[in-house]
């Protein structure tokens, strides 16, 4: 199984209202992308400094179905969604054996 990890903040301008808006969009993503298994996408409740304000957890198959969900019409339309509201975003991926 492969697991893919992105962690976002927000600009600080409409930022609950974008938080919740990428929330809802990412999770529609699972009813329309056949290669992702799993998605969960958690709105985060650390104030810390060093926190980020969403986090996205999703698993695929296999290294070719993250490509295919990398690359799919309705993956880049809210990843230019997110690039229009966020700050900056980490990103993890992982085989779990």
Excluded at 20 to 30: F, G, H, N, P, R
Excluded at 57 to 84: P, R
């Amino acid at each position: 199984m492969v697991v893919h990890i992105v962690m976002f903040k927000f600009k600080e301008e409409h930022k609950a209202l974008n938080i919740a808006k990428v929330q809802s969009k990412l999770i529609s993503l699972e009813s329309k992308i056949s290669c992702l298994n799993l998605m969960e996408v958690g709105i985060n409740f650390n104030e810390s400094e060093r926190a980020f304000d969403l986090s996205l957890y999703s698993t695929f198959d296999t290294l070719e179905d993250l490509q295919e969900y990398a690359s799919h019409e309705e993956h880049l339309k809210v990843v230019a969604l997110i690039k229009e509201v966020t700050l900056e975003s980490k990103v993890v991926d992982y085989i779990l054996e």
